[in-house]
Each structure stands twice: as C-alpha cells, then as structure tokens.
C-alpha cells in the first residue's frame, strides 16, 4: 500500500518533478518517486525516448515496493519506447523471476546481454536464472564470466559458491566464499553460507566461528541462530542450541524451522513438555511436512503417551508417497521397516545415504522403546557408526544410546 503523500507544488514543471522523482528513487523513498513520477507523467510533453525513462523509474519503484504487475507493466512500455535501453530488460527479468517465469527472464536477459555484452551485473544475474531453472553448469559458466569482467564482484563469488553446492562440491564453495569474504569483509551472509560447508565436511570449529562472525555481523538475522542452534544439535549441545533457537524464534516468531529445531533440542534437553508445544506448533504452520509429524510422535514416546489418534490426524495432512512419509506409515503399523528402508535408500548418492540414516533413526529410535529393544539399539548404533556426524539424527543416536545407558 502507498503512503499518502503532500501534493507536490503545482509550480513545479514536469521536468521538475521527473527529476525530484529519479532523485527520491535514488534515496529510496519509492513511494514519493511513484508520486512524482505520476505527477510528471500527467503533467509534461516528453519525447518518447524520456518517457521512456520515466516509465522505467516508475517500474524500479514498483518493484522495489513488491508491486510486481504494476512494475511489469511499466517495463513493458519502457522496452516499447527505449527497445536498445538494456536496464529494463533487466529488471523485467528480475520481475520474471520473482513469478518463476524463468524462461522469459533468460530472454530478457540474452537480449540485455546483446545490448551490452560486457556487463558483468548482467552474466550474474542470468547464471542466477540459469540456478533456479537447475541449470547449474550453466549458470557456473554465465558466473565465471561475470567474475571474468568484475573480478571484485563479490556477489558473483558468492553466487557461484551457491552453484558449487548444487555439485556438492563443497570445497569449491568454500573457496568462492573465501573469496566473497576477502572483498567485502561484513558479507554476513558468505560467513553464514562457508560455516554450513564447514558443518557438512565436520568441521564444526570452524563452522561455529563463521556462525559467530555472521552473527556479529547481522544479529537481526534469525537465520544465522538457527544455523549457529544446529551446528550445536549437531554436537550434543542443546542446551547451547536452546539459547540460539529462543533467540531465533524472538526475532521471527513465525518460522516453523525454529520450532522444529528447538523442540528437539527441548526433546534431548529432557524439557518434554516444551517440546511437544514447540514440536505441535511447528506441525500447525506445516501441516503437509512429514518432520514434525514424525519428531512429535518420538516425543510423545519419550512421554510415555504415544497417541495415537493425534498421530492418525498428523499423518492424515501428510504425503505418505514422498520422503520421509513413509514413517509415518510404519509408526501406524501399515508398513515394516525393510519397506521404509527400501523406500528411504531410492534416491542415488549422499541424498539415498542421509535417507537411510534418517530411516534406521526414526525405526531405531522407535523400537528401542518398545518390545524390541535389541532391535532398537542396533540400528541406533548402525547409525552412529556409519551414518556423518554433521546430521541431526547422528548427534540424536547418540543421546538415545547414552540415555540407555544411564538408565539401566
């Protein structure tokens, strides 16, 4: 929604107003730039190559309030008026993509590349393209050119970091977001990004230390928490993830990630009862997510009331078909474990090896509270053996094996 604004002075010309409106959206004052930029439009006789402009400031100040179809529409008649212009190409194409259009902001952002080849914002922008349509040599390629242009873009490291993930060539990342970090030293977000690498590769000294760089950096940012809170869970220690997970949840009380995250550090830090709040929370704000379903239910079991009619109603929102569903069906009994495993191992490479890790968890975990104990606590410690210790559930096994062993 527009502020409302006192009406410009009606001496102004239209020329005036054009140019107090370019200079309000270059202070970002967007929504007194539509103004102005309304006030000129119906006020002055421009060329068409000058209204053109107008039309494009409008649609940047469109765009940047989220108001995507009239940002669209305002680009539309800017290329109309200024075809040879290449930044309204640019930012239609951003607009595309914000729709998930991904193949009309490629187009866009071909026909800005023609119209200035040597535009290292705009390689980037279409290896960004290029990443979300799953892309990824591509968009590594239209990232190395922009590099090639503008080596101190560190955005363009940043990104192509993102794209290296995407091989899971986590070395590769590490190396871009050194790169990232090294020219804009308060990247928080690099910092953030290289700790969750140093995580997977079970460094998780040097994880916690960019966890706490990025949080320095940018305390506002729930997100930086909640990754320092999992780096925590990841090594046994809740209570510090509590503490990290609270303040996530401060900032952004909305997130179900958070609640997640925290009731199973409530789950492990022997607070079930938060837990099972945290845990039914987190199931409300996603329904259709097997996770909370399953870590409910394993916290109901701790509680030593399974309940079964909340588990059927859970299960009901879910997808059974898809990963992890399937466990959901075993807890209810219409499905046995060789079938989740088998289920849970279909997918190729690490992504079938963490499926599997979670299945001989969630089996393991579950029997090892009821009838067949040994059963239990042998695919807890398969889990514990072969399964990274930079996965949840690994530092979870654990808990589950230690809490037997206290309590015999």
Request: hydrophobic share 40%; net charge neutral; with cysteine.
């Amino acid at each position: 929604m527009l502020c409302l604004l006192a009406s410009p002075s009606a001496a102004q010309t239209s020329r005036e107003f054009a140019r107090e409106a370019f200079a309000a959206k270059d202070r970002k004052q967007f929504p007194l730039a539509i103004q102005l930029f309304n006030e000129a439009i119906k006020q002055g006789q421009f060329t068409p190559e000058q209204r053109g402009f107008i039309l494009y400031g409008r649609g940047v100040s469109y765009d940047a309030l989220g108001l995507r179809d009239l940002a669209l529409g305002d680009f539309d008649a800017a290329i109309a008026l200024l075809p040879d212009f290449p930044n309204s190409y640019v930012y239609r194409a951003l607009a595309w993509s914000d729709r998930r259009e991904f193949d009309k902001a490629r187009d866009d952002l071909m026909q800005a590349l023609r119209l200035n080849p040597t535009s290292a914002l705009i390689h980037n922008n279409l290896g960004s393209v290029y990443e979300r349509k799953g892309e990824v040599d591509r968009a590594i390629e239209s990232y190395e050119e922009a590099i090639r242009l503008d080596p101190k873009s560190a955005q363009a490291f940043y990104n192509r970091a993102h794209a290296f993930i995407a091989r899971q060539d986590y070395r590769a990342a590490i190396s871009d977001y050194d790169r990232a970090i090294e020219l804009q030293r308060d990247f928080a977000d690099a910092y953030s990004n290289r700790g969750g690498m140093y995580l997977l590769l079970g460094d998780t000294d040097k994880a916690i230390g960019d966890f706490d760089e990025a949080i320095r950096l940018k305390g506002t940012d729930p997100i930086f928490w909640s990754n320092r809170a999992s780096a925590y869970m990841t090594m046994g220690r809740y209570k510090d993830a509590l503490a990290d997970f609270d303040r996530a949840q401060s900032i952004d009380p909305g997130n179900p990630a958070t609640y997640l995250g925290r009731g199973r550090a409530r789950l492990y830090s022997d607070e079930i009862a938060g837990a099972i709040e945290d845990l039914r929370i987190a199931a409300r704000l996603r329904p259709t997510n097997a996770f909370p379903a399953i870590w409910m239910h394993i916290a109901r079991i701790h509680q030593g009331n399974p309940d079964r009619e909340e588990l059927e109603r859970n299960a009901a929102r879910v997808d059974r078909s898809q990963w992890p569903g399937q466990v959901l069906d075993f807890y209810l009994g219409r499905l046995d474990m060789d079938r989740v495993r088998e289920n849970a191992g279909g997918s190729a490479g690490a992504e079938g090896e963490r499926r599997l890790c979670e299945a001989d968890f969630f089996v393991g975990e579950f029997l090892s509270h009821g009838r067949q104990k040994d059963d239990g606590r042998r695919m807890l410690r398969t889990v514990v053996d072969r399964c990274r210790p930079v996965d949840i559930i690994f530092a979870a096994a654990q808990a589950e094996l230690r809490e037997e062993k206290t309590s015999k």
